[in-house]
């Protein structure tokens, strides 16, 4: 995710060439919300059940309260809601892929794609500092496999970085952290269909936003599909096929959101940003090692 959004980042002077602004945009809305759609095909009813209740509740109210949090952090530094929206959805639910799909859904302006292009550097950052640093904090508190696979799989961003965490620290914990991993991206369809929603009905009737979509039909794809390979209808090979096509196509859309922004937009976002990105990351830690000790 990080190389190709420096990849489109390299090619910025090309931004305003007609000839490639269709391409540009094709990759940074159409290819987006297709490969957001072919996620469904990652993930399994039997998946969600093999964590049990209570394990299933204690990670989607991490994620909801790390998004809430968000929002009311972003209004405590003084910054937009749409950026508490943004990093909450992201480090609450996965990575740069909960990024984009969020940002599908905002208005469509230049405040919103430097925000977004700032969030996924951000959560790609952070997301590979957590898989180093977070199985040794794992081992350094005595979790057990149990604990470490839920720990993992329900404070790290990325799915990729989840997969590299978890399986450094044993294939049980691997297992099990890709497993709580998948039920936090299972919640970005309806965390994504209310974003927009609330979206819709505050901003469709300003002057100031473009376009504001409806509920996405990407995510109605996601559900689709998600139902169809839980019955076991979809062949082992073709969701195995989508799945590397789902990632090829975030990545396209990452370097054409890339290509779009220039760095000089990013260095105006300041500090209080990356101090609320950086809070989000601590709050879900918090609120899991809580849910471990506690609960």
């Not at 995710?1 to 980042?9: A, K, P, T």
């Not at 540009?24 to 957001?36: N, Q």
């Not at 550097?121 to 839920?150: C, F, R, W």
Request: contains cysteine.
């Amino acid at each position: 995710m990080l190389m190709s959004l420096l990849l489109g980042l390299a090619f910025h002077f090309m931004a305003d060439n007609e000839r490639i602004i269709p391409g540009i945009g094709l990759g940074a809305s159409g290819v987006l919300r297709l490969g957001v759609a072919l996620l469904g095909l990652r993930l399994t009813f039997d998946d969600i059940l093999t964590l049990g209740i209570v394990p299933v509740i204690a990670v989607c109210s991490a994620v909801i309260a790390t998004l809430l949090f968000g929002l009311g952090f972003a209004r405590l530094l003084g910054l937009s809601a749409q950026l508490g929206t943004l990093t909450g959805g992201s480090v609450g639910i996965c990575g740069a892929s909960a990024a984009m799909a969020i940002s599908s859904v905002l208005p469509n302006t230049d405040a919103q794609r430097k925000e977004t292009l700032f969030t996924v550097i951000g959560v790609t950052t952070l997301s590979t500092l957590a898989m180093v640093i977070y199985p040794l904090l794992s081992h350094g508190l005595d979790l057990s496999d149990i604990q470490a696979g839920l720990f993992l799989g329900a404070t790290i961003h990325d799915v990729a970085q989840v997969v590299g965490a978890g399986y450094s620290v044993s294939d049980g914990v691997g297992d099990l952290s890709t497993f709580v991993k998948l039920l936090r991206v299972a919640m970005l369809v309806p965390i994504v269909i209310v974003i927009g929603v609330v979206v819709q009905r505050r901003f469709a009737a300003s002057a100031e936003t473009a376009k504001v979509p409806a509920v996405p039909w990407f995510l109605l794809l996601f559900i689709v599909l998600f139902v169809l390979n839980s019955l076991g209808w979809v062949p082992a090979s073709a969701a195995s096929a989508a799945s590397v096509g789902a990632a090829w196509m975030l990545l396209v859309a990452i370097a054409a959101l890339g290509v779009r922004t220039s760095l000089q937009e990013i260095a105006g976002v300041g500090l209080r940003p990356i101090i609320l990105m950086v809070a989000e990351t601590a709050f879900i830690a918090i609120w899991m090692l809580g849910f471990l000790f506690y609960v």
